[in-house]
């Protein structure tokens, strides 16, 4: 994973092509190192990603929760049609905010905090579960 912006409390991190079970944690804990240390919105840029797998999607899910505890949200910029149709199947269209570009995300306003609809809220609960029986051992990435 590569970071190519930090300002303030705003990192847009670079996938690599491949997030499955050999990587995704690592790639989970560097994004998570991002957040605790004042990352509040974070950009996850998947254009060069050509390979998602479960373990991918399962980080995504925890490092989302991860960033909401901390007061941020997460961003998914760049995925291609195919990811964006297994997003929409899995229903984590509806819990993750996708862009179509970095650029796209990292310029959308911020929303303010408390503005998650209960709607919103009852998927992340739901996709928290997901997360859990995929592989989550844990509430860290590392």
Request: charged share 25%.
């Amino acid at each position: 994973m590569t970071v190519t912006l930090q300002d303030g409390d705003l990192s847009v991190a670079v996938l690599p092509e491949e997030v499955d079970y050999d990587n995704a944690r690592l790639v989970g804990a560097q994004c998570e190192f991002l957040v605790r240390h004042g990352c509040r919105t974070l950009v996850v840029d998947a254009s060069r990603a050509k390979h998602l797998d479960s373990s991918a999607v399962s980080m995504l899910v925890l490092l989302h929760r991860i960033i909401e505890e901390h007061g941020g949200c997460l961003r998914i910029a760049g995925l291609d049609a195919y990811y964006r149709s297994v997003f929409r199947i899995l229903g984590v269209d509806k819990v993750f905010s996708l862009f179509p570009t970095a650029q796209a995300a990292a310029t959308e306003p911020s929303p303010a905090a408390g503005t998650r609809t209960r709607d919103q809220s009852h998927e992340a609960v739901s996709l928290r579960g997901q997360a859990r029986a995929l592989n989550a051992e844990d509430n860290t990435l590392a």
